[in-house]
Nanobody
Framework: VQLQASGGGLVQAGGSLRLSCVAS????????VGWHRQAPGKQRELVASLRSDIINYDITNYADSVKGRFTISRDNAKNTLYLQMNNLKPEDTAVYYC?????????WGEGTQVTVSS
């Protein structure tokens, strides 16, 4: 399984970015997918996750710090996971990683740098 993240960049506070993560297999095949981030000198933290319930309804979970600003979603036809980030703040600056769980194994993509200037 390969995951390729992209979409990072430099943006001013209040701006928006959309991260993408393309998977080498159906994004729907994973039991859970998500985005994490790691800022300099800090531990990697969960930003948002998405999984399907028994009737294939998407259940999302967000870190308190991004609720109402970030939205996780996926496009099954494109095997792609997204993270729409609005109203970005300097404290959102970090390397963002996508990850996916399959058969109790974690897969990680290369990170993409997001830098928010004040």
């Amino acid at each position: 399984v390969q995951l390729q993240a992209s979409g990072g960049g430099l943006v001013q506070a209040g701006g928006s970015l959309r991260l993408s993560c393309v998977a080498s297999r159906s994004i729907f095949s994973f039991s859970k997918v998500g985005w994490h981030r790691q800022a300099p000198g800090k531990q990697r933290e969960l930003v948002a996750s998405l999984r399907s319930d028994i009737i294939n309804y998407d259940i999302t979970n967000y870190a308190d710090s991004v609720k109402g600003r970030f939205t996780i979603s996926r496009d099954n036809a494109k095997n792609t996971l997204y993270l729409q980030m609005n109203n970005l703040k300097p404290e959102d600056t970090a390397v963002y990683y996508c990850n996916a769980d399959l058969n109790l194994k974690d897969y990680w993509g290369e990170g993409t740098q997001v830098t928010v200037s004040s």
